[in-house]
C-alpha cells in the first residue's frame, strides 16, 4: 500500500528555504546601511523579543537534558553565527558566483552528513534527486559566468574565500542535520526561540562593539521596517518553518529542499528587479526542481508478508 507523504512537511521545507531566498537582496541593502555584526545584533535581538513566549517549554514536553543543551548551542554557533562569518568574508575574499558553485554542493553536504552521524539510509532515488539539485544550481552558477568581468575572479586570497565558503557549506549542512536530533524531543518554536537566543549571546559583544560608533540618527524609518522584517522572517518565520518540516523528513531528503533558495531569488530579481532568465539558467531550474520531485515524489511500501522472512 501507499506510503503516507508528508505534504505539508514539504512544504514548510520548500517555503523556509524559498522566503530565505527572497530576502537575500533585502540583506544586501540592508549590510550597505549597517555593519555587519550590528545588523546580526539587531536581528536576533528584535526577533528575541517577537519569540519570547516561545521560550517557555511546553506542557507535555520533557526538560532540557545536558545533550540536547549542547546540540542547541551547535545548532545555533555553526548554523547561525559560525554559517554567517564564513559566508560574509569569504564572498569578500572570493567572488559571488565562487559562492553560488560552492554552495551547490550543500544537498550532498547534507546526505554526507546524515550519512555519517544519523545513520540514515539514503534511497537510490534520494540520491539522484540530490544529484539534479547540485547540478542544477552549479549550472545556474557557471551560466552567471559569461555575464561576469573577466577580472571578477582574480582575488589574490580568493582560495581562502574558497575554503571559506565551503566550511560555510559545511556549518549549514550541519545545522540540518543537528535540528534533525532535536526536532523529535523539542517543539519548534522553542527551537526556534532557543537558537536565536544563543546567536543573541554570541554577537552581543561583537555587535556592542560596533552599535557604539554606529550613528542611528541616521537610520530612516523604511529602513527600520525593512530591519524588522528582516529580523522576523530570518531569525523566525523560517527558522520554525523549516524544524516543523523537519520533523517527519529525513535530512538527506529535507537537504534537497535547499534548492528553492536560488530559485526563489531568482524569481524575485526576475519578478521585481526586472532580470531575465537566459536559457541554460532556465534549465538548470528545471534540473533543480526535479531534483526536488526525485527527491519526494510518493513510494510503495512492500507489503507485510513481503518482508517477512
Not at 23 to 44: E, N
Not at 84 to 113: D, F, N, Q, R
Request: glycine content about 8%; some cysteine.
Amino acid at each position: 500500500m501507499p506510503t503516507h507523504t508528508p505534504w505539508l512537511d514539504y512544504l514548510s521545507l520548500a517555503a523556509s528555504m524559498a522566503l530565505v531566498g527572497s530576502y537575500v537582496g533585502l540583506s544586501k541593502l540592508l549590510v550597505t546601511l549597517f555593519p555587519i555584526f550590528l545588523l546580526a545584533w539587531l536581528r536576533f535581538g528584535i526577533a528575541a523579543v517577537a519569540m519570547a513566549g516561545w521560550v517557555r517549554r511546553p506542557v507535555g514536553e520533557p526538560p532540557l537534558d545536558a545533550r540536547r543543551r549542547r546540540l542547541l548551542f551547535w545548532e545555533s554557533f555553526l548554523g547561525n553565527f559560525l554559517f554567517s562569518i564564513c559566508m560574509l568574508y569569504g564572498v569578500a575574499l572570493s567572488t559571488a558566483l565562487a559562492a553560488g558553485v560552492i554552495m551547490a554542493a550543500l544537498p550532498g553536504a547534507v546526505a554526507l552528513l546524515s550519512r555519517l552521524f544519523l545513520r540514515e539510509r539514503i534511497a537510490p532515488r534520494v540520491l539522484a534527486g540530490i544529484a539534479c539539485a547540485v547540478g542544477g544550481i552549479a549550472l545556474v552558477s557557471f551560466s552567471k559566468a559569461a555575464a561576469t568581468a573577466p577580472g571578477a575572479a582574480t582575488q589574490p586570497l580568493a582560495w581562502l574565500g574558497n575554503l571559506l565558503l565551503l566550511a560555510a557549506v559545511f556549518c549549514e549542512a550541519s545545522y540540518v542535520v543537528i535540528g534533525k536530533q532535536l526536532t523529535g524531543h523539542v517543539s519548534p518554536k522553542r527551537i526556534s526561540a532557543l537558537v536565536n537566543l544563543w546567536g543573541l549571546a554570541l554577537v552581543t559583544p561583537l555587535g556592542l562593539w560596533q552599535a557604539l560608533s554606529f550613528d542611528f540618527s541616521s537610520v530612516t524609518a523604511p529602513t527600520w521596517g525593512l530591519l524588522l522584517f528582516y529580523a522576523l522572517a530570518a531569525s523566525m518565520v523560517t527558522v520554525w518553518l523549516w524544524m516543523t518540516g523537519l520533523r517527519h523528513v529525513p535530512a538527506a531528503q529535507a537537504g534537497v529542499f535547499t534548492v528553492m533558495l536560488p530559485l526563489s531569488a531568482a524569481a524575485v530579481g526576475v519578478g521585481f528587479l526586472g532580470e531575465s532568465v537566459s536559457p541554460p539558467q532556465a534549465a538548470a531550474f528545471a534540473l533543480a526542481l526535479t531534483g526536488v520531485v526525485l527527491a519526494t515524489w510518493p513510494q510503495r511500501r512492500r507489503s507485510a508478508a513481503a518482508v517477512r522472512p
